[in-house]
């Protein structure tokens, strides 16, 4: 009877071309046939693996209407960088549709295997999994890297997703939201889909990510603040976060018409390690076009070891306008480049062609160079010609550069046919530049605009229907612990310290009031309260402890991780800053194999117990080094002690290190965090450990930490939790 009574359940559980048209959600739940789901919201929990999900669909011919329905998972968690599963897995099949569903906090909301012709439509997929920042406003942490270089075990799957799809061909994605996450759409080994009309905006890595993906059509979406990495004036990483990746081996796609602003790249295409490894293939023959690229830390577009094609796109203050190292038989036409530090940067580019475009007010309009060697664990290197050479640049405006054209180590540049007006310097060249032509006429074989949107339906086009008001501008990247901030949600942001104490801070949110309800370690706060948006003044007094809590009353929003806060709700948003006085003495030591700490820590511990190669004090513990740690002294295989004292109020605290390659944090002799096996350290998030300890009065703190080779840091933060 009870095999029976399972069997039962079992199939009540898979809906087949005989279920009810209208269903009701459960866990484990078998779709293989069309339905409509009961609008409800269900929070129904995930396998926390990759191999299937809360709702599992797979078949052919069909069409799941969600109606509005919320899929809620990680109920039993609440951060995001806790949330774990899958909500809704499409296990192979054709021609399945799914759309009109809404669902959060999942470590992949949607995950796609083998569906040929998918198509997801008018979907909300934000507020999914992210990372933890562990960067902040002072200084970035290595951890918050990103990697993307292999992906051929969907590697890509540990940074989550709204939409995951792996070998799904002819997908059309359109009218999709993912915003608060970390990545939108990622796609691997996706061929021939359409992808437009969606939001993919304020994700803390990526908006749009290709893998071993060709001939996409990409229009029409808006991708802003894809971005991670940057804290105005002090850094500008970017940390490998993009509006749009483009990696390995992706070809003949179409980029068009895209808002992709604010990304910490804009567009970032890499070759591929296969290309990097055998000198062969590339992310090639891709179009890039109309797309507003403005605003990126890093590279508004960027396209290396690779021949793709860039027109009409607008790049404005950014680092670099185009990197194109490595480019080649690349057309650059009819793009607008403004203020940014420099418009073109190609390193060993070759037969590339740059065509009546606009430079206005960049530091360097063009610059083009090489280096003298290459690396010489570079494949791509030692099997192709990676000379600076033979390009054509015609019939370009320059307006006001500082350098109009800054040329090293190149050959062949035929220059003319160009505008200048208000330039500072013409040219900055070395002497091994060659075969400068600025008088024969240059003869550019010029590819046709297109009309690109053939491929879209006459019912297919584009509608700018996404919020789009947020202010423009750098200064405007504001990352939180959990990513960009959204300009949806009550913040006080800090914006500046001066020399004296002097903090200056913005208050952004919602078009409601704001009153102060409590401040601690600070005096002489210039308001009390007020509307949004606003500025307010304070001086530190030297306290441990810096807080400003405020009040928002006003119209309805979502809080940073997604809730709902109705209108008029009272809601309590704050400033806080805890800065310990810690007193730092730090020692370097010289390690052999004989002590090797990777093998013996027993036989490390007399290193440690001999004489320092080098002794520091000081109030933080932030070192990061790409060589040396002084003059003379080690780069590699070195380690590093320091210690310090510090008196603390009874609390809670979340003690951080960063380290590559090992460490060990020890609080009154008591091994807090152990990490001291290299082989775990794969992926650069892999380098940050944290442990919560309860602490009250004077306790002793010792951090050791080794390096073996090459990059070297060692970050130490502790932070005072609520209870």
Known sequence: MRKLLLLAGLLFSIVSPASPTQIALTGGMHISASATIRKGTYKLNAPADFKTGVIIIEGNNITIDFNGSTLVGSNDKQLPNEFYGVGIFIKSGKNITIKNAVAKGYKVAVLALQVENLTIENCDFSYNYRQHLNSNREREDVSDWMSYHHNENNEWLRYGAGIYLDHCNMATIRYNQITNGQCGLMMTNCNDGRIYNNNFSFNSAIGIGLYRSSRNNILSNQLDFNVRGYSHGIYWRGQDSAGILVFEQCNENQFINNSVTHGGDGFFLWAGQHTMDSGEGGCNDNIIYKNDFSYAPTNGIEVTFSRNYIERNIVKECDHGIWGGYSYNTFILYNEFEKNRIGIAIEHGQENSIY?????????????????????DWGYAQKRDTRSRNYKITGNDFKQQQIVFDLALTDSININENTFKNNTDLFKTDS??????????????????????????????????????????????????????????????????????KMEFEILGPKGNWKIKN?????????????????????KNGEEQTSIELEYTGPSFSTQLGKKIKANQPYTFSYTEFTPQLNWNVNWYKWDEKHNPNKDYQAFQQVLNGSPVLTKTTNKLEYTWWGEIGKALPADSFATVATTSVILPKGKYEIGATADDLVKVFIDGKLVIDFWDATKYVYDEDAHHSAIVELEGKHDIRVEHVENSGYATILFTIKLLPY
């Open 356 to 376: 009546a475009n606009k430079f206005n007010e960049n530091k360097e309009a063009i610059k083009l160079w090489a280096r003298k060697t290459q690396p010489a």
């Open 432 to 501: 091994n530049v060659t075969h400068l032509d600025s008088i024969t006429t240059s003869d550019i074989q010029i590819i046709p605009s297109k009309s690109f949107l053939h491929n879209l339906s006459q019912s297919d086009k584009i509608k700018k229907h996404w919020f789009n008001n947020f202010p423009k501008g750098k200064k405007e990247i504001r990352i939180t612990q959990w990513g960009p901030y959204n300009f949806q949600y009550p913040i006080i942001w800090l914006s500046k310290v001066d020399s004296n104490n």
């Open 519 to 539: 401040s601690k370690g600070v005096k002489d706060i210039s308001s009390a309260s007020g509307k949004f948006p606003a500025t307010l003044t304070a001086i």
